[in-house]
């Protein structure tokens, strides 16, 4: 597949997220720094995670209406503007960071928590970037418009 057709993101969101995760877990597990109650922090991790589902379902069930692609390597067939994307013009990848919020609580694992700042870091070049770089070329007013009025996160 020509990249031109594609955003050209770096790696699959949900891979970076894991890659950061395990990574966090890894570390918790060498040297633990305990933080907060448990029962609070796996309430919280649970109530996170559950939220997150929630909204990745939301997502997809309107793209997948849409007929476009969930996987951001595909070439994106149409401008998805309802559903959560009326909030975020990124849901999915909100719902992968509160999952992986709420399993680092829910871990207690403080290195997971720190190291999400790389994830996100590494996700807006990476891929966000990459993909609204993408769509303004592939739609444009139509995404420009669709920009100022929705938020890129929440």
């Given at each position: 597949?020509?990249?031109?057709?594609?955003?050209?993101?770096?790696?699959?969101?949900?891979?970076i997220y894991?890659?950061?995760?395990?990574?966090?877990?890894?570390?918790?597990?060498?040297a633990?720094?305990p933080f907060?109650p448990?029962?609070?922090?796996q309430?919280?991790?649970?109530?996170?995670i559950?939220?997150?589902?929630?909204?990745?379902?939301w997502?997809?069930?309107?793209?997948?209406r849409?007929?476009?692609?969930?996987?951001?390597?595909?070439?994106?067939?149409a401008?998805?503007?309802?559903?959560?994307?009326?909030?975020?013009?990124n849901?999915?990848?909100?719902?992968?960071?509160?999952?992986?919020l709420?399993?680092a609580?829910?871990?207690?694992?403080?290195?997971?928590?720190?190291?999400?700042v790389?994830v996100?870091?590494?996700?807006?070049?990476?891929?966000?970037?990459?993909?609204?770089?993408?769509?303004?070329?592939?739609?444009g007013?139509?995404y420009t418009?669709y920009?100022e009025?929705?938020?890129?996160?929440?």
């Amino acid at each position: 597949m020509d990249r031109q057709e594609t955003s050209g993101v770096i790696a699959p969101p949900p891979l970076i997220y894991l890659a950061g995760l395990v990574t966090g877990l890894l570390l918790s597990a060498a040297a633990p720094i305990p933080f907060l109650p448990r029962g609070l922090v796996q309430a919280l991790g649970a109530i996170l995670i559950v939220t997150a589902v929630g909204v990745a379902f939301w997502g997809i069930r309107e793209m997948r209406r849409a007929g476009t692609s969930v996987d951001p390597r595909d070439p994106t067939t149409a401008l998805v503007t309802n559903g959560p994307f009326g909030f975020s013009r990124n849901p999915l990848y909100v719902s992968l960071t509160l999952c992986y919020l709420g399993i680092a609580l829910a871990a207690r694992s403080l290195w997971a928590i720190a190291l999400l700042v790389v994830v996100l870091a590494v996700m807006q070049r990476g891929v966000i970037d990459r993909e609204e770089r993408y769509l303004e070329q592939k739609f444009g007013a139509d995404y420009t418009r669709y920009k100022e009025r929705v938020r890129r996160w929440i």
